[in-house]
């Protein structure tokens, strides 16, 4: 039991050095990102404004979506195989069942976000943007995020109110 403990005080140590680092270089980019360069006029066209670090910030939010993306692909392979034996009830809540419905309901949230998404095209500093899976896409991602933080929020009140009326 104490191995355990303490490999779960380490991985929350870990995860928190990690979540500082990110929050700090995320901080850091962007306030240079707004303060170095900001208003410089393209060197193409001089009525479109193009910030000197467009491609680090760039490359900044891809390197982190792609580390995300390998770090959750891992976390539900790992948990896969831990959890493939493991027992389908934990302290009476269905624990495997819950699981299957929870990814489900994203994968459903998002299909559905997809197939409801806007293509209408978009004008961003003078420039058409009229590919339909992208614009289908981004929309899927910013509805899907919005109605699982309102749903996070309303279960949250729930659970707070839940428990202001048992005490």
């Not at 928190?16 to 193409?44: D, Q």
């Not at 193009?50 to 891809?62: A, G, K, Q, S, W």
């Not at 990814?103 to 998404?117: E, Q, V």
């Amino acid at each position: 039991m104490k191995r355990t403990r303490l490999t779960i005080k380490a991985n929350k140590q870990f995860s928190n050095k990690v979540l500082i680092a990110l929050l700090v270089s995320s901080l850091v980019l962007f306030v240079l990102f707004f303060l170095v360069g900001y208003n410089m006029p393209s060197l193409s066209e001089p009525n479109i404004n193009e910030p000197l670090l467009t491609t680090p910030l760039l490359f900044f939010v891809y390197v982190v979506v792609f580390l995300s993306i390998g770090v959750s692909a891992w976390a539900i392979v790992k948990e896969m195989l831990l959890n493939a034996h493991s027992p389908q009830q934990v302290n009476g809540i269905a624990v495997k069942k819950l699981n299957r419905v929870v990814f489900i309901g994203l994968l459903l949230l998002l299909i559905i976000a997809f197939l409801i998404g806007s293509n209408m095209p978009i004008d961003i500093n003078g420039s058409k943007f009229n590919n339909v899976f992208w614009l289908k896409t981004s929309d899927m991602f910013i509805t899907t995020s919005c109605l699982l933080l309102v749903i996070a929020s309303a279960t949250a009140l729930w659970g707070i109110l839940k428990n202001y009326k048992r005490s």
